[in-house]
């Protein structure tokens, strides 16, 4: 596998690069603003972006990479771990908002409300609320999982129903009675663990946090791709009933993985709200885990860098082409999709590896690679 | 129907309490019988090659061994397990072990790694996430290797093998497991005749301590195995007993060799 061929320290030197650029780039952003080396606030707001994109293409790629479960309903788990870290922020306003009611936020008093609702409690401890981020995804993700995985639900019909998850949620979360802002969802926010969000330092402090979790996670993912637990996740994506009948638990793989992967997506949402700011039901798009897909299958399905790779790219582009031709993004992203699926079918990663095994063997063998690429990308 | 003698290697007395017992299976798939009443006794220590034609119910009977499906009625035990009440992993845990008409092996895994999944171990994930390999494992892999002819493959990719050595790595991973009972469907299906004649050694020095159903098609094969013959039609037992006995059988003649 092409993260094996990286090696221990190749893995840590690309575990250091989010760290290590979020380090920089959250320095530079202080520097004073006539300074040549200032990185404008932009900058670090969209770079954050990105990096919360990462970890959710990575959540991704774990299960679709190494088990073989294509979820398009990923973007779910990563909305409901920004709506956990969303309501922390709404409580932390207080008696800031505009009507000043000390516990309701205001899209409750305009609402008429009277009392906070039950599943709001606790949400003003930034702890009950960093447990919520992690338990609520991977709760939605086990009971989910369960059911289908014990059902043997797998393939084209598992994709479908996790789509119907994420649209289920969607239309949920449109309504006003559900008590989570209705369409426009929950924003206004003004600190987290008391530091202002508008602050550069801390937006250069969680620039730098969601780079440690992205790098942190995927040095997680790595081990555990890499060990006997990763080879036999291999082993369920490429024969499942062969490993079945050697005595695995198949669903029991799937699950764990699945619900840890949920939990990871779930992180990157709550990294994502406060830096962006706003969090409303349009997260839970379908099209939104859609796109978190083709990150993957861009950068390279099954090899973890390239998932990270493939967000931060296709990202970059969507930010300067809907800025410059906003009409013609869908049809850049289908298309890429396309382009991908039949010619990188390794994706970004691919294309340097293969190049790197293409060149060490001999012409004959040069034939067979690249027509079993094309069977693996199938 | 079982008068005839019969040539197996791991001959038990009467008394030893058989290895599989099915009776009066039955399946059906949309009102289609895939079997119909089958019976097989299995003794400790045989080797039974199991023949019939297309749609006999020979895949559907190891479907029913191994639990991928359940029968409607009928009893399927192995010695005192009630298999109709066991899932795959359950029955795999018992000592069945299963090798597919189509070779699957993991083909992303170097030809190693799959006897190191197939090593009987605790195979819960709790346990898997912090197993290492251990010295014995190596051992004991290695020592399959040889025996499966595929020591020098090592640490190839198992996609890299031709069609027969993955046959065998299959069959090594069978012996990873270490079953009591393998069940082996076409073992020699696109083999060379070299090969086909070093699978049937093969098969012979597994049985000298495990016991063995071969579904085959190919009949020097069957033939060169020397050991009991059941006759499989239209899912349920036409003739038992060595391949000369079922082979002189007018029915069996009728509905397969003969034509």
Sequence with gaps: ?378 | MNAAPVATIGGTPESMQPLLYLDGISVSFDGFKALNGLSLVLDPGEMRAVIGPNGAGKTTMMDVITGKTRPDSGKAMFREADLTQLDEAEIAALGIGRKFQKPTVFEMHSVFDNLLLALKADRRPSRVLFASTRAIERERADGILEMVRLTGMRGRMAGELSHGQKQWLEIGILLAQEPELLLVDEPAAGMTDAETEQTTELLRRINETRSVIVVEHDMTFVRALAVKVTVLHEGSVLAEGSLEHVSNDPRVIEVYLGR
């Design chain 1, 1 to 378: 596998m092409i993260s094996a061929r990286l090696g221990l320290y190749g893995s840590l030197l690309v575990a250091a690069v989010p760290l290590a650029l979020t380090i920089a780039v959250g320095l530079l952003s202080l520097l004073p603003a006539d300074s040549a080396l200032h990185v404008p606030g932009y900058v670090v707001t969209l770079l954050g972006k990105y990096l919360a994109y990462a970890l959710l293409a990575l959540s991704v790629d774990l299960v679709w990479g190494y088990v073989g479960i294509l979820s398009l309903g990923h973007g779910a788990f990563f909305a409901l771990g920004g709506y956990a870290m969303g309501m922390y922020l709404m409580r932390q306003i207080g008696t800031r908002g505009v009507y000043g009611d000390p516990v309701l936020p205001d899209f409750m008093v305009f609402l008429n409300w009277q009392e906070l609702p039950w599943y709001w409690y606790g949400f003003d401890h930034f702890a009950f609320a960093a447990l919520m981020i992690v338990l609520v995804p991977g709760a939605l993700a086990f009971v989910f999982g369960y059911l289908a995985f014990r059902s043997r639900v797998s393939g084209v019909y598992l994709s479908i129903i996790t789509q119907a998850l994420t649209f289920a949620l969607m239309l949920a979360f449109f309504r006003n009675d559900m008590g989570f802002g209705g369409n426009n969802g929950l924003t206004d926010f003004k600190d987290l663990l008391g530091a202002n969000l508008q602050a550069g330092s801390t937006k250069a402090g969680l620039l730098i946090a969601t780079g440690a979790f992205l790098s942190f996670f995927f040095l997680v993912c790595r081990h555990l791709t890499q060990s006997r637990f990763g080879k036999v996740l291999i082993a369920i994506r490429d024969a499942e009933s062969r490993t079945r009948f050697l005595g695995y638990r198949v669903e029991r793989y799937k699950l764990l993985v699945f619900t840890f992967s949920a939990m990871m997506a779930g992180i990157g949402g709550a990294l994502y709200v406060p830096q962006i700011g706003i969090i409303n039901p349009s997260e839970f798009e379908p099209a939104n885990s859609i796109e978190a897909v083709i990150w993957v299958a861009v950068g390279g399905r099954g090899t973890l860098v390239g998932s990270m790779v493939g967000a931060v790219i296709v990202n970059f582009a969507k930010t300067v082409l809907t800025g410059t031709f906003p009409e013609i993004w869908l049809f850049v992203l289908g298309g890429l999709f396309i382009f991908v699926t039949l010619f990188m079918p390794r994706g970004i990663v691919g294309l340097f590896t293969g190049l790197r095994t293409w060149r060490s063997q001999p012409a004959k063998v040069r034939k067979q690679l690249t027509g079993r690429a094309l069977e693996a990308g199938e």
